[in-house]
C-alpha cells in the first residue's frame, strides 16, 4: 500500500522547500517504486528525459526534487545544494565526504567496485609481488586506497567511461570499474578478478542540514524506512 506524504513545513512558519537529489537512469527507474510507496509523486514531466527541466516539484510543497548525475548527487548533498539525496555506495566511497550522512541502505541498484584486466594475461602474475600498477578508472580515490593497503602504488588513468577500452590500448594494465553483469568485461576480453565492494544504492543527507531541519528530515527518512519495511 503507497504511504501518504505528509507535508514537510512546520506550521504557520515558512520554509524553503527541501531538494531531493536524484540520480539519472537505471537507479532513478528502479527508485520510481519507492517512491511511489514513500507518497513523493514528481511533476509529470519528471519522467520525461526529453525534459528540459532540471528541478520538479511534487505532491508535497515543501519537497523538490533535481535530476542530475550519479556523481553529482554526492557533491548536491555534501554542499548543501539538496539537503537529501540517493546515491551508490560507489559514489558515496569515492567522494568520502564528512558532511554525508548515510542513514538508511534503500537495496537497489545492486552491483559491484571490480578489478579487472586482460583474460590473456589474468592470473599470470602474483599481485602481492606488485609494487606499482597502473589502473583506468573513474575511480581514482578507490583504486588508489585498495591497492595502496597492498603496498601497491596505483598510477591512475582517469577516465568517465569506456574503461573496457584502456588496457588493450596500452593506456594501463587494470581497471577498477562498476560491474553489474560482467557481460561488457566479456565482450572487451577482459575477466573480473577482484571484488573490492559490493554496492547499494543509500538514503543520503546533509549532516548541517539534518541539525537545522530535524523534524523535516527525520519525516523523510521514517517513510522511507516505514516503506523499506512494508
Keep these: 500500500?503507497?504511504?501518504?506524504?505528509?507535508?514537510?513545513?512546520?506550521?504557520?512558519?515558512?520554509?524553503?522547500?527541501?531538494?531531493?537529489?536524484?540520480?539519472?537512469?537505471?537507479?532513478?527507474?528502479e527508485l520510481g517504486p519507492l517512491l511511489a510507496r514513500v507518497g513523493i509523486l514528481p511533476a509529470a514531466?519528471?519522467?520525461?528525459?526529453?525534459?528540459?527541466?532540471?528541478?520538479?516539484?511534487t505532491n508535497d510543497p515543501g519537497l523538490d526534487v533535481v535530476r542530475v548525475r550519479p556523481f553529482d548527487v554526492a557533491t548536491f548533498v555534501a554542499h548543501g545544494g539538496a539537503q537529501i539525496g540517493v546515491a551508490g555506495a560507489d559514489v558515496l566511497m569515492e567522494s568520502d565526504s564528512a558532511e554525508i550522512y548515510a542513514?538508511?541502505?534503500?537495496?537497489?541498484?545492486?552491483?559491484?567496485?571490480?578489478?579487472?584486466?586482460?583474460?590473456?594475461?589474468?592470473?599470470?602474475d602474483d599481485p602481492s609481488r606488485w609494487s606499482r600498477v597502473t589502473v583506468a578508472t573513474k575511480y581514482p580515490n578507490i583504486a588508489q586506497r585498495h591497492f595502496a593497503a597492498r603496498g601497491v602504488q596505483a598510477e591512475v588513468v582517469h577516465l568517465n567511461g569506456a574503461m573496457e577500452l584502456?588496457?588493450?590500448?596500452?593506456?594501463?594494465?587494470?581497471?577498477?570499474?562498476?560491474?553489474?553483469?560482467?557481460?561488457?568485461?566479456?565482450?572487451?576480453?577482459?575477466?573480473?578478478?577482484?571484488?573490492i565492494a559490493q554496492v547499494t544504492?543509500?538514503?543520503?543527507?546533509?549532516?548541517?542540514?539534518?541539525?537545522?531541519?530535524?523534524?523535516?528530515?527525520?519525516?523523510?527518512?521514517?517513510?522511507?524506512?516505514?516503506?523499506?519495511?512494508?
Excluded: H
Excluded at 514531466?45 to 516539484?57: I, M, P, Y
Design 45 to 57: 514531466d519528471f519522467a520525461d528525459e526529453d525534459s528540459r527541466r532540471l528541478r520538479f516539484e
Design 103 to 124: 542513514p538508511l541502505d534503500l537495496g537497489i541498484g545492486r552491483c559491484r567496485v571490480s578489478v579487472a584486466e586482460p583474460a590473456e594475461t589474468a592470473g599470470r
Design 201 to 230: 544504492s543509500r538514503l543520503i543527507v546533509n549532516r548541517t542540514a539534518l541539525k537545522t531541519r530535524p523534524e523535516a528530515i527525520g519525516a523523510l527518512i521514517a517513510r522511507f524506512r516505514a516503506a523499506l519495511a512494508a
Design 166 to 195: 584502456a588496457p588493450g590500448l596500452g593506456l594501463a594494465r587494470l581497471i577498477v570499474d562498476l560491474v553489474q553483469t560482467g557481460s561488457t568485461l566479456v565482450a572487451n576480453g577482459l575477466v573480473e578478478t577482484e571484488v
Design 1 to 29: 500500500m503507497d504511504l501518504p506524504m505528509p507535508s514537510l513545513g512546520t506550521g504557520a512558519s515558512v520554509e524553503p522547500a527541501l531538494v531531493f537529489a536524484l540520480p539519472k537512469g537505471r537507479i532513478l527507474k
